[in-house]
């Protein structure tokens, strides 16, 4: 039985991690002027990933990952509270579009990684 490799799970997680954060960035931009709206996002891929792992990476010695955790700490639906117009709406085009642009790198990267990783398996059973 042919099982999923790693590779290509994590790639598709990302892939619908760029989408639904693409939706929400999209919501955003159509209640730009929408009185009382809020901007939402979700947290970053890699927060969410370790959140859906569980456990995250293991330690093997003293000084392994000692990178700043603070990232993980981030909850998964965040309401953006910066600056408000006076109709209480916070939402700002010019961030919105920043975000926009990541999350096209980030679903670029998905897919590039998806296809290389196919691209080795196909090489690998000698079909190329």
Do not use: W
Request: net charge negative; charged share 25%.
């Amino acid at each position: 039985m042919f099982i999923k490799p790693e590779v290509l799970a994590i790639a598709s997680s990302l892939s619908a991690h760029a989408a639904a954060r693409q939706a929400l960035i999209a919501e955003n931009v159509a209640n730009a002027d929408t009185p009382g709206y809020r901007a939402k996002d979700i947290a970053g891929f890699a927060a969410t990933y370790r959140e859906a792992d569980g456990a995250g990476m293991t330690r093997t010695r003293p000084g392994h990952l000692d990178a700043d955790d603070s990232a993980a700490n981030v909850s998964a639906a965040q309401v953006s509270l910066s600056e408000m117009s006076p109709n209480g709406n916070s939402v700002s085009l010019e961030t919105e579009m920043v975000k926009s642009a990541e999350v096209q790198r980030e679903h670029d990267l998905a897919l590039a990684v998806y296809g290389k990783s196919l691209d080795i398996l196909r090489a690998s059973l000698g079909r190329r």
